[in-house]
DNA sequence: AAAGTAAATGATAAATTTTACTATTTAACA
DNA sequence: TGTTAAATAGTAAAATTTATCATTTACTTT
């Protein structure tokens, strides 16, 4: 939590109780996506006036300083981003459950061989199923 | 064209006037996205009382055919899958010129290698960046 | 500590995108 | 040609996202 309010000053964003209050329930999103219904939801519950601006921006905003990202299927889920070096990954994201789990290797070397002359500067990806607890459980039945 | 009706045929879709012209448009952009917006005012310029519902669910009901593919980072883009086997594949997306590049190698062994226990169903990829005549092009300047 | 400044928010509205409903029309088929 | 089920039009509304601007607040400087 400290991290993330020093990363919102060293990008120069102010230091506010509704961006406090919302990276503070964003913080339980770090293995799971929440849904910015659900988000505004909690925040209304703090902030009965609050302005559906201050929900988007604030989340468009701390996703351009690394702060939670979007998922790549819906965007209008979201989770909060505990790894603020960036370090590139990808997300396996279970159906069932919702879990994610991350995905530490990534495969871009394999595209950007297919690609030559291209100059690639970024991809997307997602991979969905279900997460070993859900399989067996689902197996079971 | 004739392979699309097809198609809607074998699936027990009616052939009907809007969807030949939906289909025909959308043959147009086998190699880059068009938006939904688009495709509207196409449509609403020769039946200038269509549905958006006509629209929408014709898109979605193509999609679930395999006629139709959604751009994985922007749902209101769409482009005509004229590849009916549903060989999969994965898309590059020139930021500067929109074309789009099929990729065919699949890299889906890579992370199932990493999910031991895990069902995975499916991913969504998308590489994107400069194709290469737009990545001469702006080198030059 | 107080004042000044720029940013953030609230309140409201509107724009955009998507879905729902129902009467009417139309394609498919006997 | 008549029947039937599906598709569409027309309308509306739901849902999501963005815009505007006056007010408030966090940060800075004095």
């Known amino acids: 939590m400290e991290k993330a309010i020093e990363v919102l000053k060293k990008n120069h964003y102010k230091v506010t109780k509704q961006r406090k209050d919302l990276l503070e329930f964003l913080n339980k999103f770090t293995v799971q996506y929440v849904s910015i219904n659900d988000i505004a939801d909690y925040m209304r519950s703090l902030y009965p006036g609050i302005s559906n601006n201050t929900i988007y921006r604030n989340l468009k905003e701390f996703e351009e300083i690394g702060l939670v990202e979007y998922q790549e299927k819906d965007k209008t889920l ?63 039945e």
Chains 1, 2 share one sequence.
């Open 78 to 140: 979201v989770k909060y981003q505990c790894d603020f070096e960036h370090q590139h990954h990808h997300h396996f994201v279970c159906k069932n459950c919702g879990k994610v789990t991350e995905l530490k290797a990534c495969p871009i070397k394999f595209f950007t061989d297919q690609l030559p002359g291209y100059t690639v500067e970024g991809h997307a990806l997602e991979v969905y199923g279900l997460c070993a607890d859900c399989t067996k459980k689902l197996k079971a």
